[in-house]
């Protein structure tokens, strides 16, 4: 909101037996609006925050749910899914192994909505049901050590680079 409180979002998982729980909750929003929530391969910040010179994609995205801000900007949302440690998809089509997407962000549903922070609403972002979306809102930082997101909670060192131990 312009003039107003920085808009933040607080991300708890909790681990289950056969899936995990996200709750999502974010303030100081535009009041009646709609974002999409993702878990993804990529970060565009750095673990400081700072964006990511070398950032070139999200990498493997998968779409969550949609979220909505109520009157006074706020929203709340809750999903059960495999996400930590071991969330991955693959494609043996396009030769692609299994790409484990440790970070979570949302964007903007409406790329309209974003205009008025600079955003080209005729040149959308795919995040989003209709694959038309507007950019990214807010997005997790990789840990410093490991480079990994935050959906990692055990991380391994396998020749000279950290990955997710997949066998928590």
């Given at each position: ?7 933040t979002?607080?991300v708890t ?15 100081n ?8 929530l ?6 565009e910040?750095l673990?400081n ?14 779409y ?10 706020n ?21 692609l192994?299994p790409?484990q ?6 964007w903007f ?6 205009a008025a ?5 005729n040149?959308?972002t ?17 840990n410093g050590t ?23």
């Amino acid at each position: 909101m312009q003039g107003g409180a920085t808009p933040t979002a607080t991300v708890t998982v909790v681990r289950g037996i056969l899936a995990d729980t996200l709750t999502i909750s974010g303030k100081n929003f535009q009041p009646n609006l709609g974002f999409d929530l993702f878990t993804i391969q990529r970060s565009e910040l750095l673990s400081n925050g700072q964006l990511d010179p070398n950032f070139t994609n999200f990498g493997q995205a998968w779409y969550q749910t949609d979220l909505q801000t109520d009157a006074y900007g706020n929203f709340t949302g809750t999903i059960q899914t495999i996400l930590l440690d071991q969330i991955f998809g693959f494609d043996p089509d396009v030769s692609l192994a299994p790409t484990q997407a440790l970070h979570v962000g949302i964007w903007f549903d409406n790329p309209s909505t974003a205009a008025a922070c600079g955003f080209n609403p005729n040149n959308p972002t795919p995040f989003n049901g209709q694959h038309k979306a507007g950019p990214n809102v807010l997005i997790s930082v990789p840990n410093g050590t490991t480079n990994l997101g935050p959906l990692c909670t055990a991380a391994l060192k396998q020749n000279g680079t950290y990955v997710c131990n997949i066998n928590q």
